[in-house]
């Protein structure tokens, strides 16, 4: 059974709309990262929450907003899509932050921006 | 620039061969995991370091500090051992960044 949930597994948007990414883990693990995987840049960090709290961020834009509602989910909001946000979102988790711990991947959301 | 830098971008190697894949960091990189991307999109772990050696069936992977490199020895080459591999360095608290990768091909 897969520990790490990924919905939906595909998703097809049209440019301009709004898609939001789920992640739960059911590890028991107090840290969760989101991740984005395309042919110019493969496995790109983006965000990572500790206890719900913003850890580290790399994305630049505000149309991706991670939601926390509880520990165990990291869900991934996209506002105004474009084409090029077209690549494999992963969420991942790990026990907890910092150093000594381990990284475990969902099996990714495939987005598609028309 | 990159902070991770993996070589070869891409190997091939015949069933029951042996190869090493590294990985460069320009960062003071103080833990490294490596994974294994398979054909299917799935990433699993093969090891964490911090630095010093780990050994697991047919790989083994090695984490130099000091000299800011990893690698991952693959010692007799199987056809599954195909797919991408990945190294991931965490430093300073901030979560693990990856290297492009390299794929493998295991032929028989």
Known sequence: DPKIIQKPKYLVAVTGSEKILICEQYLGHNAMYWYRQSAKKPL?????YSYQKLMDNQTASSRFQPQSSKKNHLDLQITALKPDDSATYFCASSQGWGSAETLYFGSGTRLTVL | G???????????????????LRCNFSIAATTVQWFLQNPRGSLMNLFYLVPGTKENGRLKSAFDSKESYSTLHIRDAQLEDSGTYFCAAENNNNAPRFGAGTKLSVKP
């Open chain 1, 44 to 48: 790109e960090f983006m965000f990572s």
């Open chain 2, 2 to 20: 990159d902070k991770v830098k993996q070589s070869p971008s891409a190997l091939s190697l015949q069933e029951g061969t042996n190869s090493a």
